[in-house]
């Protein structure tokens, strides 16, 4: 009996089960200049990204959560860092090598025939730490730089968001980073998703970081745009299944005894 419970603590410790998976604390904001009344509150980033936003409709990429009880604007010279109860890890069971996702308000842009031609992307510096004193700078990406939230799967009005699809979709699984969604349509965008919520992705492995506990997003003074977050999130590994079934496999014995 001890040792049946002693293994499965030890299987339920290497999934989120009991965690919760997003930013759970704010550590410190400054707004900075250039923020919009209301958009200063930095709890909105806390927990999980917007599903449905505050008029009651669908987050998709083309609707993307806007109101100031949903995002927080980080201004010019402005910082938010957020905190995380449980560790992401740079686990190599992370789809893509993708450990942590970014969740902005930006959203794809498209022509009279409905087909994806840029990304309105509002910027926003990204800073990785373990401690929450040594920080390392994310290159190359910006936090409003990811793939747009999409809140469910099967949703019929991409453009306003107006039903709920069939089902909600993961924010804890990235979207392939190499997906080339330019000239396509609204659908098929969403059905490339296969099942992700959406945001940035970032291997916190490319960076050196065998575990992150704290994300900074800052903007410069100079800054064209001003960002808005809405929220972050730890992806959840999925084991090969060359790693599942004999486990499976061992458990169902244990279970037959
Ligand atoms: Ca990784
Ligand atoms: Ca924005
Ligand atoms: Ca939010």
Do not use: C, H
Not at 93 to 110: A, K, R, S
Not at 229 to 242: E, H, K, S
Request: proline letters at 6%; glycine letters at 14%; hydrophobic letters at 40%.
């Amino acid at each position: 009996m001890l040792r049946i419970a002693v293994v499965v603590s030890l299987g339920l410790a290497g999934s989120t089960l009991g965690a919760d998976p997003f930013a759970d604390r704010v550590v410190s904001y400054v707004a900075g200049e250039g923020v919009a009344a209301g958009y200063d509150d930095p709890t909105t980033a806390i927990g999980s990204p917007t599903r449905v936003n505050y008029f009651g409709d669908t987050v998709t990429p083309f609707n993307t959560p806007y109101w100031s009880t949903d995002v927080v604007s980080v201004g010019r010279g402005g910082s938010l860092v957020v905190a995380f109860d449980e560790a992401i890890l740079d686990n190599p069971l992370n789809p893509f090598g993708i450990d942590l996702l970014v969740f902005g308000n930006q959203f794809f842009i498209t022509d009279s025939n409905g087909r994806l031609t840029g990304l309105f992307d509002e910027g926003g510096q990204i800073e990785l730490s373990a401690d929450g004193n040594t920080w390392i700078a994310v290159t190359g990406l910006t936090a409003e730089g990811g793939f747009p939230t999409l809140g469910f799967v099967g949703i019929t009005d991409l453009q306003f968001g107006s039903d709920q699809g069939t089902g909600p979709t993961d924010f804890t699984k990235p979207v392939n980073p190499q997906l080339n969604w330019i000239g396509m349509t609204r659908e098929e965008l969403a059905a490339a998703y296969d099942g992700s919520g959406g945001g940035l992705g970032i291997d916190i492995g490319a960076y050196g970081l065998g575990s992150v506990s704290y994300v900074r997003i800052s903007n410069a003074i100079d800054a064209v745009g001003i960002p808005e977050i809405d929220g972050f999130a730890a992806v959840t590994p999925v084991p090969a299944p060359a790693a599942i079934l004999p486990l499976a496999a061992w458990f169902m014995r244990r279970r037959s005894r």
